[in-house]
């Protein structure tokens, strides 16, 4: 019995790259929750125009790194988030002005909305793969470990290591304060207030003197604010691949439902559970179990429920459950 | 008579089609209550909707302090002075009491927090709730908050759709008592009620409508004590 050996690895192997995944999807699905809070659809290109804020981003990148411009220690694509995140807002509000505006002013259903969107997402997955390529991108520099499993072991002489790359706390952190910065804004601003006034109650806003106009573009600068981060940190913390950002909605739109459709915390709690629910059920267990059970029980077998490449059945089948048995969400959103 | 401070005159006009409203005519004076009363259907909030600008009108004028305001949509309406509750959805239900005031003081650029100490002294249970979701608060309550949220603009006129719809009838009481009070501070309330004989006991005037046409127009003691309307419209 050696627990501590088994929870280092549980941290290394689940924990740890669980929260920030987490963290990334949470952002993501803040998002999808604000935009159909505001603009009552679901945002189906999320995750293309995700790809394609990020490939501003790492253009970006490229260019400060050919500049010889860094950072130090930190990805140099901290300094060009701020390009990826105004590109991607004005893309947003031209999609806005071109697309979605329209059917605000003939009232159209939702399910045109969503269509609409879809249309958007094909548009823009085609931009994405003109500037970018279908292929995968690497564009992380910096320093890769703040901790590295050997150092871990050296220092603390135990079997199992542990590795924290700076990706992922970086991810933590910057997540942190974006959710922090965006519960201030909704709970302490003027025009947080006038946002959730109006995914509330729009006909009683507008009553009361909300210009509908402000909340929306309000909403979609938040969005694509949201958008970039969870872009560039999956993209730091994994790899980048447009077609891997698309798949990234289902993930997305289940932290959203799970969590509540059209609230935030929802969202991030959501975002959490989907990401721990996908690590946990996919990995293979023996490594903890070794250490945990007596002399002569060791598992044979991997103790793995479903092979890795099956995570996505693993947030389809949360989504389903929830969508069956607590359509409202966990924090009673509303139902699709 | 001097011109009333709103009044919409011989509105004739529906929501396309055919016409719902037929010359009629709805005035309120200065710190007095007006109440439209009658059987379903008979046009009542479509009256006061045609006056708040939410129906367009054929025929017809509303004025707003001898203005014509017959062009204005709603919203412009608010900021010229008008208020209005509607009947259901009136209110923010996840936000707090006092983030729903706030809202309502939305268009105002100066500082709204003595009117906000007013609609709490008006209402001080609202004081007491007031970081609590007003989703989560009773009928009647939400109803406070609902007239609350339209006085932060401090309406010359406030208009009120049913306010006691689905409120037990202590808490109607009490509704009427606070929009008395409205009125004594120099607000005009222009009210469309279901409950007639109640409604009809504290308005300064009454408008029975039928069938989109004014029927009877009188005071408020006036209309209770007339044996015509009693039979037709207050049973007996």
Redesign the interface.
């Given at each position: 019995m050696e627990p501590i050996n088994a929870f280092v690895a549980l941290s290394n192997f689940v924990l740890i790259p669980a929260f920030a995944y987490g963290s990334q999807i949470a952002l993501g699905a803040l998002g999808i929750t604000l935009i159909y809070g505001i603009l009552r659809f679901a945002h189906f290109a999320h995750g293309d125009i995700m790809a394609l804020g990020t490939g501003i981003v790492i253009l970006t990148t490229w260019g400060l790194q050919a500049q010889g411009i860094g950072l130090g220690p930190f990805p140099t694509a901290l300094l060009a988030l701020p390009v990826g995140i105004l590109g991607t807002i004005l893309y947003l509000l031209a999609a806005d002005r071109m697309v979605y505006r329209f059917y605000r002013k003939v009232k159209a259903k939702p399910m045109t909305f969503v269509m609409a969107s879809l249309g958007v997402m094909f548009v823009t997955n085609g931009i994405t793969r003109l500037i970018m390529g279908p292929s995968e991108e690497r564009f992380d520099d910096g320093e890769r470990f703040i901790i590295s499993v050997r150092e871990f072991r050296d220092w603390t002489g135990l079997a199992e290591g542990l590795a924290l790359r700076s990706a992922q706390a970086l991810t933590i952190v910057v997540a942190l304060v974006a959710m922090v910065f965006l519960f201030w804004f909704l709970n302490r601003t003027r025009s947080g207030k006038s946002m959730r006034a109006y995914s509330d109650n729009e006909d009683l806003a507008l009553l009361s003197g909300i210009n509908p106009e402000r909340v929306v573009v309000i909403t979609w600068a938040i969005a694509g604010t949201l958008m970039v981060l969870a872009g560039t940190l999956y993209g730091l913390d994994k790899s980048y691949r447009p077609f891997t950002y698309f798949q990234l909605l289902l993930p997305f739109f289940a932290a959203a439902i799970v969590g509540g459709l059209g609230n935030p915390m929802g969202a991030i709690i959501g975002g959490y559970v989907v990401a721990f629910a996908e690590m946990g059920i996919t990995y293979a267990w023996r490594r903890v179990v070794v250490y945990l059970a007596p002399e002569g029980w060791e598992p044979t077998g991997l103790m793995q429920i479903l092979p890795v490449d099956y995570k996505f059945a693993v947030t389809f089948g949360i989504l389903v459950l929830v969508l069956i048995f607590r359509p409202t969400g966990i924090f009673k959103g509303r139902t699709l | 008579m001097s011109e009333p401070v709103l009044i919409g005159e011989a509105m004739t006009g529906g929501y396309g089609g055919a016409d719902i409203l037929h010359s009629c005519t709805i005035a309120v004076e200065k710190g007095e209550i007006a109440v439209i009363v009658g059987p379903n259907g008979a046009g009542k909030s479509t009256a006061m909707k045609a006056v708040f600008g939410m129906l367009k009108l054929r025929e017809g004028q509303v004025r707003l302090l001898g203005e014509d305001i017959s062009a204005l949509t709603?919203?412009a309406r608010?900021?010229k002075g008008m208020g209005?509750v509607?009947q259901t959805?009136?209110?923010?239900?996840?936000?707090t009491v006092e983030?729903n005031l706030?809202?309502?003081a939305?268009?105002r650029e100066d500082n709204f927090r003595e009117t906000m100490a007013q609609v709490f002294e008006l209402f001080p249970i609202l004081r007491e709730k007031r970081r609590q979701a007003a989703g989560e608060l009773s009928g009647g309550q939400r109803q406070q908050v609902a007239v609350g949220?339209a006085l932060m603009t401090k309406p010359t006129v406030l208009m009120l759709d049913e306010p006691t719809a689905g409120v037990s009838p202590i808490v109607m009481d009490e509704l009427f008592d606070r929009i008395i009070e409205v009125a004594r501070t120099g607000i005009s309330i222009l009210m469309v009620e279901q409950n007639a004989r109640q409604a009809l006991a504290i308005a300064d005037k009454g408008y029975v409508l039928v069938q989109g046409r004014n029927r009877y127009t009188d005071t408020g003691q006036a209309l209770l004590a007339d044996p015509e309307v009693r039979k037709s419209f207050l049973g007996g």
């Open positions: - | 709603p919203q608010v900021r209005f509607p959805a009136n209110i923010f239900p996840s936000m983030e706030e809202m309502g939305f268009i949220r």
